[in-house]
């Protein structure tokens, strides 16, 4: 009979928000080394607050930097009709649905980022 034992250390470590200070929490998300980790630091540091539409907004940004200049007109209003749907979905009253709408625009645009980046450019 084998047995099986379990060891608390070989539990994969829950990775936590870096820092603390929102101030320091908008710089980490702004200088992060991509638009993954970007969006990571939002989901780790993330008040589930307005404080939330910040944040977003610097990931949003910053996802679209690595796309938004390569689309046609016709995907650039696609683009913005999914950010309007992500708009209409969390209208409510509340901070909570600020946060909800801010976590929404900001995984549209690693969406685009994540399609953009993966198409291989033709000569």
């Not at 209003?77 to 509340?94: L, M, S």
């Amino acid at each position: 009979i084998q047995v099986l034992s379990s060891n608390a250390q070989s539990a994969p470590k829950r990775e936590e928000c870096p820092v603390s200070d929102l101030d320091e929490i908008q710089e980490a998300v702004r200088s992060a080394p991509s638009c993954e980790r970007s969006l990571k630091l939002f989901e780790l540091c993330g008040a589930g607050a307005t404080s939330d539409n910040v944040l977003g907004g610097i990931v949003t940004e910053k996802c679209e930097a690595d796309f938004i200049h390569k689309l046609s007109k016709s995907q650039k209003r696609a683009y913005e009709r999914e950010q309007d749907r992500c708009v209409r979905k969390y209208r409510h009253v509340g901070s909570m649905y600020i946060s909800f709408s801010a976590f929404c625009v900001a995984e549209v645009a690693r969406s685009y980022s994540q399609r953009f980046r993966s198409v291989k450019h033709r000569p």
